[in-house]
Structures are given as C-alpha cells and as structure tokens.
C-alpha cells in the first residue's frame, strides 16, 4: 500500500513569491492534515481538511491556505512568501478525523526561502 | 502548547529494552497518547496509541498509569536503526477536527 507522497520534495523560492505545495494521502483516507517544521519551533499543526472542508487551524496567519479536492489529495499555499516560511512542510493523512485513528506521514517538501 | 514532557535525551545499548518516559499530567479523559519517532530528513513515523489500556503491537508496548498522567514507550529490543527523536503527543479535539501537538521530544541513541 502506497503511503502519503508529497510533491516536490524541494523547493527554493525569493521572498514575495507564492508557493503550492501538493499531498497525495494513503487510499481511502479521508483526512489530510499538514504541519510546519522548523529548528527553532518544531513541529506545528497547520490545518487539517476532511471531505474537502476544513475542520481545524492551527495559529497561522492568513498568508497560509489549504484545499481538498474530492479524491482527497490535497494542496496548500503560502502567499507573500517571508525568509521566515523557510521549513519542512509535512502532510499526513488518517482514515478519518477522528483522535482514535492514527495519522501517517509524508516525507515532506523541504523549502526555502532566499 | 504541548501538552507533554520528555527528557531531551537518552541512551541504550543495542539489544536491551528502550523505556521511553513521557508526562502528560494536564490530560483530558477523551485525548489519546500517541507516539511518533522521525529519523533524521524523513517524516514522523506512527509508533502506537493508546487511551487508557497499555497497547502493544509488532514495533513496542505503551504503558499508560492508571491516573493517566504519564506513559511509557517501550522497544523491547533496540536496534542501532531505532536511533531517532521519539514524540509523545497528545491528540487533542478542537473545532469539528484534531490536531497533534508535538513538544521537542526525546533523541534516544542506541549504540553497538
């Protein structure tokens, strides 16, 4: 069974670009949720999406965006991109939103801001 | 904020049981304990879960106390390939959704 694929798995950007990031989760799941690693502040929930609706958000500001389309792969944006956005950005996925049905990850997309 | 509390590190030998502590003292009945590990450029893998039974599967045990306030992740056997950061989180509910909350977790090195 294929496991969560992100795509691209580097990315290098100049501040003020926006950037898309994709995530293709395990078959059957549902739930797709995406979180930022960085040296300084670990690992972050950003937002989780189910059945293409946004169910929870992480303290981001707005520049951060999320989608889920009807086959449950998913993007997200980041907009006006800062030097600080430089991070790994991780996607998981789970069957359903729920605390009880554990969450498998990608291996990310590493970006960076110049 | 997390919710957990780890050592920052720990160290065993290739072979011997790995026991891992984590305190989550301010844990609501209805938050799993969820255990992850990352190894260096990839993504946390999924180790275990539990609510309030001690679980076990085919990678380790979990202990959960009887109050709830703090678990133990056990590798019975440690290999040099379980050198990792290891993450105790609690899953919290929040809006209609989840969200994992990871703290700085525990590198734990096993050495030959």
């Known amino acids: 069974k294929a496991g969560v694929t992100q795509t691209p798995r580097y990315l290098i950007k100049t501040r003020g670009q926006q950037v898309t990031l994709s995530c293709s989760p395990i078959s059957g799941h549902r739930s797709v949720s995406w979180y930022q690693q960085t040296p300084g502040q670990g690992l972050q929930f950003l937002f989780e999406y189910f059945s293409e609706t946004q169910r929870n958000k992480g303290n981001f500001p707005g520049r951060f965006s999320g989608r889920q389309f009807s086959n449950s792969r998913s993007e997200m944006n980041v907009s006006t991109l800062e030097l600080g956005d430089s991070a790994l950005y991780l996607c998981?996925?789970?069957?359903?939103?729920?605390?009880?049905?554990?969450?498998?990850f990608g291996d990310g997309t590493r970006l960076s801001i110049l | 904020d997390a919710k957990t509390t780890q050592p920052p590190s720990m160290d065993c030998a290739e072979g011997r049981a790995a026991n891992l502590p984590c305190n989550h003292s301010?844990?609501?009945?209805?938050?799993?304990v969820y255990w992850y590990r990352q190894i260096h450029s990839q993504g946390p893998q999924y180790i275990i879960h539990g609510l309030k039974n001690n679980e076990t599967n085919e990678m380790a045990s979990l202990i959960i106390t009887e109050d709830r306030k703090s678990s133990t992740l056990i590798l019975p056997h440690a290999t040099l390939r379980d050198t990792a950061v290891y993450y105790c989180?609690?899953?919290?509910?929040?809006?209609?959704?989840?969200?994992?909350?990871f703290g700085k977790g525990t590198t734990l090195s096993v050495s030959s």
């Open positions: 998981a996925s789970s069957l359903g939103s729920f605390p009880n049905q554990p969450q498998h």
């Open positions: 989180i609690v899953r919290v509910l929040s809006g209609q959704g989840t969200a994992l909350i």
């Open positions: 301010t844990i609501s009945g209805n938050e799993y």
